[in-house]
T-cell receptor
Framework: NAGVTQTPKFQVLKTGQSMTLQCAQD?????MYWYRQDPGMGLRLIYY???????DKGEVPNGYNVSRLNKREFSLRLESAAPSQTSVYFC??????????????FGSGTRLTVV | DAKTTQPNSMESNEEEPVHLPCNHS???????IHWYRQLPSQGPEYVIH???SNVNNRMASLAIAEDRKSSTLILHRATLRDAAVYYC?????????????FGTGTRLTIIP
């Protein structure tokens, strides 16, 4: 099982450029999430999708857009990158969190630098 | 959202038990207590969760106070691979709307 796959792993952008971070999960989970993690800090939620066809804003959505393409894929787009968006981005998926043994599964992250 | 309080850092010797505390004095009756850990340069991984009773799994044990205002994650025999940031998170049991909110966690250092 691959779990949650994120691409690319590393990216350098110039200020004002756009890009899309891709995320795919193979666990048939309904819910998917995008987080960012700045140095020395915990993860902050950008957007989430509770089910296919729905998306909602998290704690820090400004400057980002998302698309839940199908049940497997959830992409994050930066339309005009800014240095403040330099961060590590994590995608996650989950299902029925509070049943014993279930929890979020995270990808390995995308390290994005905006210069 | 109910908040948790954890020490910023802890150290432990290899092969000894580790007790990671978490205070959550404003926990509500429907909040579950979740623990995740983040190894260096990796995404967080699920460790354990519970509601009222103590829980055990292959990774760790979770001890929950009777009043549920605090909990302790127990690693029974720490190894170097357990060096990570450990997050204690409260999660409402509102199905379909679960969102993990991370604090800064406890950075656990294992001393060989």
């Amino acid at each position: 099982n691959a779990g949650v796959t994120q691409t690319p792993k590393f990216q350098v952008l110039k200020t004002g450029q756009s890009m899309t971070l891709q995320c795919a999960q193979d666990m048939n989970h309904n819910s998917m999430y995008w987080y960012r993690q700045d140095p020395g800090m915990g993860l902050r939620l950008i957007y989430y999708s509770a089910s296919e066809g729905t998306t909602d804003k998290g704690e820090v959505p400004n400057g980002y857009n998302v698309s839940r393409l199908n049940k497997r894929e959830f992409s994050l787009r930066l339309e005009s990158a800014a240095p403040s968006q330099t961060s590590v981005y994590f995608c996650a998926s989950s299902e029925m969190l509070n049943l014993v043994g279930y929890g979020y599964t995270f990808g390995s992250g995308t390290r994005l630098t905006v210069v | 959202d109910a908040k948790t309080t954890q020490p910023n850092s802890m150290e432990s010797n290899e092969e000894e038990p580790v007790h990671l505390p978490c205070n959550h004095s404003t926990i509500s009756g429907t909040d579950y207590i979740h623990w995740y850990r983040q190894l260096p340069s990796q995404g967080p991984e699920y460790v354990i969760h519970g509601l009222t009773s103590n829980v055990n799994n292959r990774m760790a044990s979770l001890a929950i106070a009777e009043d549920r205002k605090s909990s302790t994650l127990i690693l029974h025999r720490a190894t170097l691979r357990d060096a990570a940031v450990y997050y204690c998170i409260l999660l409402s049991s509102n199905f379909g709307n679960e969102k993990l909110t991370f604090g800064t966690g406890t950075r656990l250092t294992i001393i060989p």
